[in-house]
């Protein structure tokens, strides 16, 4: 619990777009009770220095994968390099993680993502068991370690613990990389009822991520979220689907379908799953898909650094379908740069500008951030939709004296410079999660020791996987 609290805002993004004079009021859990344009300013109301802006969900995250960024980007022996040799390297670094590594790596993780724009997260979390591939003696300790970490720094979390049993399609064993993720399905529904009052006591929602078709079975699938509906009918569900060409290759020769085509024919896909990667999609995939009313989990800058392709944006949309953006291996945590680098992939494809502008708001960014939260707190599946009545006080302020946004016309502009003009961070000045605020003058109070806590973790790491 928070204390109850106001913020008068001159320029603020409603769900139905810019708003002037608003005045927004929270209770005590932090939800707001009252968003009201057009108020006059009370006396002695706290007033925001800038732009106001929902707070953006991270849809996709593998928090421990932050500690080998920057690693990775050089040609190994493999000509060929690609998503698979970068896998290479993952594995050694999962395969070796400590539950104190982890806590470090994820609070750290946290703090940065709040002073980039992301108030609440979604971590898509499969590293389960001990090194050696045997359960810990509390099944949970590493679920625990990531729900304390966004305790600490402060962020809403969406936890998905993930099912993995296979090494490819057809139920190929799995490889001895993998040992930390394997779980059999009655073990992962009792993790989950192990992990469901933790999760309620901090506040995080509890789902479930099937990791992929070459990595779940079909009737693990399927007995996985019923055993799930059975705890929670409501609960989220994410799956990696269709991130690069070889696995589509190998989904068509395992079943003669595509995975988007596959998991559409054999899955109630509804409004609760979030389509992680939904790179390789046909024309009737984006249109059945869409039609599902499922989020579709695009991750810019990780499917440019893996190479995985490009998401067509265009075909998406024109059939109402949604969407929302993570950062996924954190190659880069921003929820601005996940944004602008959408936009681009889709101007370069193109050869269009302001693609994804929409016709009741053509300000591209703007009209992205919109999209992007509502598909975000709809893959979160907590209440983190915006500025409504209802929502909790999920929000950022932009710095209106930052030099490129400094004496901009409109709400519309000063957010353009941000996502496109900017570094991106340097003009956030305020971020908030549930009423409270959680970064000050662009900084989280925690930073500097999470950020030495991380880099303990990751010379640890270091000297046990080189
Ligand atoms: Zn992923």
Known sequence: MTAP????????????????DVLLEWDGSGRLLSVRPGSPAPAGAARAAGPLLPGMPNLHSHAFQRAFAGL?????????????SWRALMYRFAGALTPEQLRAIATALYVEMLEAGYTSVCEFHYVHHDRDGRPYADDGVLSACLIEAAAQAGIGLTLLPVLYQTSGFGAKPPTEGQRRFIRRTDDMLRLLERLKPLCERHGARLGLAPHSLRAVPPEAVADALAGLDALDASAPIHIHIAEQTAEVEACLAWSGQRPVEWLLDHAKVDGRWCLVHATHMTADEH???????????????????????????????????RWGIG???????????ELMLLEYGQRLATQRRNVLARADEAHVATAMTLEAVAGGAQASGRPVAGLAVGQQADFVIL?????LLRELPTPQAMLSAHVFASHRRSALREVWVAGRRRVEQGAHPLAGETAAAFIAARRELLSTTS
């Open 399 to 403: 710095d209106a004296q930052h030099t």
């Open 327 to 337: 950062s996924d291996s954190h190659a880069c945590v921003n929820a601005a740069e």
């Open 72 to 84: 990775t980007e050089y040609r190994g022996h493999d000509p060929e390099d690609s998503f698979w």
């Open 287 to 321: 249109r059945r898909a869409a039609a599902t009313g499922a989020v579709a989990g695009l991750c810019p800058s990780t499917e440019a650094n893996l190479g995985d392709g490009l998401f067509d944006a265009g075909a998406w949309r024109s059939h109402g379908g």
């Open 5 to 20: 609290g106001s913020l008068f805002a001159e320029h603020a993004l409603l769900p139905e777009g810019w708003a002037r």
